[in-house]
């Protein structure tokens, strides 16, 4: 499988940002998905998750209530939408998968990783 993450920018602080991880691959609907991010200085940490299925979400604490995550299997793509963004959400997104229990990728480990996409809030 291979991962393409895009959709990242430059914007303010409330604003919103959606950002897509597009996979190859016809298997890509068994796989859970990940979005992660690394802010300079720091070290990667997890961000939000979906089951293969797509029944399953789960989200760091940073970011419930403001991300979103969803997939739309037949285009094999995931989105995180973005929302209410500050300025501590600058980083690089990356996201990650694999055919593996969501608790894996909540760890942070995913067989497959696509490059990152950049997003920056102002304030």
């Known amino acids: 499988v291979q991962l393409q993450a895009f959709g990242g920018g430059l914007v303010q602080a409330g604003d919103s940002l959606r950002l897509s991880c597009a996979a190859s691959g016809r298997t890509f609907s068994r796989y859970a998905v990940g979005w992660f991010r690394q802010a300079p200085g720091n070290e990667r940490e997890f961000v939000a998750v979906?089951?293969?299925?797509?029944?399953?979400?789960v989200f760091a604490d940073s970011v419930r209530g403001r991300f979103t995550i969803f997939r739309d299997n037949a285009k094999n793509t995931v989105h995180l939408q973005m929302n209410r963004l500050k300025p501590g959400d600058t980083a690089v997104y990356y996201c990650?998968?694999?055919?593996?229990?969501?608790?894996?990728?909540?760890?942070?480990?995913?067989?497959?990783w696509g490059q990152g996409t950049k997003v920056t809030v102002s304030s």
């Open positions: 979906i089951s293969a299925s797509g029944g399953s979400t």
């Open positions: 990650g998968a694999g055919r593996v229990p969501i608790d894996t990728l909540v760890g942070g480990t995913a067989p497959y």
